[in-house]
C-alpha cells in the first residue's frame, strides 16, 4: 500500500529555515513526479512544488519562488522542501503528494497524499 | 485571488443531486486535465475524479465529472451525510507554468 510520511514541520520564527521531509514507500519512487502541497489553517489548498520523477526539473509556486527548493533522492524514497525566508503567510499543513502523468501535460493529477506535517511561523 | 473560480458552498437534501463548477480559463482548464479531490475536514484530500471524468478505483459512480471548454463540473447525485466534506478542482495552468487548485465548495447534507 502506498505510503507518504511528512516529517520535519514545527514551529519557526520569521526569517527563519526549515527542511520538510517525506518518505515514500510501496512504490516505484524513480518513476514518480512528487508535490508538496499546502493548507493554511481554515483556508483551502495550495500548490507550493513539482518535482519530476527523474528529480532533475522543479517548478514552484509564485508566493514561494526563490525562497523554497523541493529535492529527490531516488536512490533513498525521499521528497524534501528546504524553506527559507519563512514568513507568518507560510504556516501551514504541508502535503506531500505523488504525482500521475498524463499526456501531453506538465502534470497529470494527485492520487497519493501523506497526512502532512505542521509548520508554524510565529515570534 | 484565485484564478479558478468555484461556488463557496451547495447544498441539498440526502438522496438528492448537487454539481459544482469549476471555471477558468484557455491556458488552464481548457488546455488541461482537471482533477477533483474530497476532503473531510481534518484529513487529507481524497482523489475523486482524474483525467476530468475518470474515477479511481474505490470511488461510486455517484460521483461524475465532465469538462466542456474553460469550465468542469462535479456531480454527486444519491447525496449521503458522508458526503459532506469541501471538494476543490485542480488543473495546471500552462501560462503561469504552476499547478492550481480552486477556492473549494463545501457541501452540506440537509
Known amino acids: 500500500q502506498v505510503q507518504l510520511v511528512e516529517s520535519g514541520g514545527g514551529v519557526v520564527q520569521p526569517g527563519g529555515s526549515l527542511r520538510l521531509s517525506c518518505a515514500a514507500s510501496a512504490f516505484t519512487f524513480s518513476s514518480y513526479g512528487m508535490h508538496w502541497v499546502r493548507q493554511a489553517p481554515g483556508k483551502g489548498l495550495e500548490w507550493v512544488a513539482f518535482?519530476?520523477?527523474?528529480?532533475?526539473?522543479?517548478y514552484y509556486a509564485d508566493s514561494v519562488k526563490g525562497r523554497v527548493t523541493i529535492s529527490k533522492d531516488n536512490s533513498k524514497n525521499m521528497v524534501f522542501l528546504q524553506m527559507n525566508s519563512l514568513r507568518a503567510d507560510d504556516t501551514a499543513v504541508y502535503y506531500c503528494?505523488?504525482?500521475?502523468?498524463?499526456?501531453?501535460?506538465?502534470?497529470?493529477?494527485?492520487?497519493?497524499w501523506g497526512q502532512g506535517t505542521l509548520v508554524a511561523v510565529s515570534s | 485571488q484565485s484564478v479558478l473560480t468555484q461556488p463557496p458552498s451547495v447544498s441539498a437534501a440526502s438522496g438528492q443531486k448537487v454539481t459544482i463548477s469549476c471555471s477558468g480559463s484557455?491556458?488552464?482548464?481548457?488546455?488541461?486535465?482537471v482533477s477533483w479531490y474530497q476532503q473531510v475536514p481534518g484529513t487529507a484530500p481524497k482523489l475523486l475524479i482524474y483525467?476530468?471524468?475518470r474515477r479511481p478505483s474505490g470511488i461510486p459512480d455517484r460521483f461524475s465529472g465532465s469538462k466542456s471548454g474553460t469550465s468542469a463540473t462535479l456531480g454527486i447525485t444519491g447525496l449521503q451525510t458522508g458526503d459532506e466534506a469541501d471538494y476543490y478542482c485542480?488543473?495546471?495552468?500552462?501560462?503561469?507554468?504552476?499547478?492550481?487548485f480552486g477556492p473549494g465548495t463545501k457541501v452540506t447534507v440537509l
Open positions: 503528494v505523488r504525482n500521475v502523468e498524463l499526456p501531453m501535460t506538465v502534470i497529470g493529477y494527485f492520487d497519493y
Open positions: 483525467d476530468n471524468n
Open positions: 485542480a488543473t495546471w495552468d500552462s501560462s503561469l507554468s504552476e499547478a492550481l
Open positions: 518535482i519530476w520523477s527523474d528529480g532533475i526539473g522543479q
Open positions: 484557455t491556458s488552464n482548464i481548457g488546455y488541461n486535465y
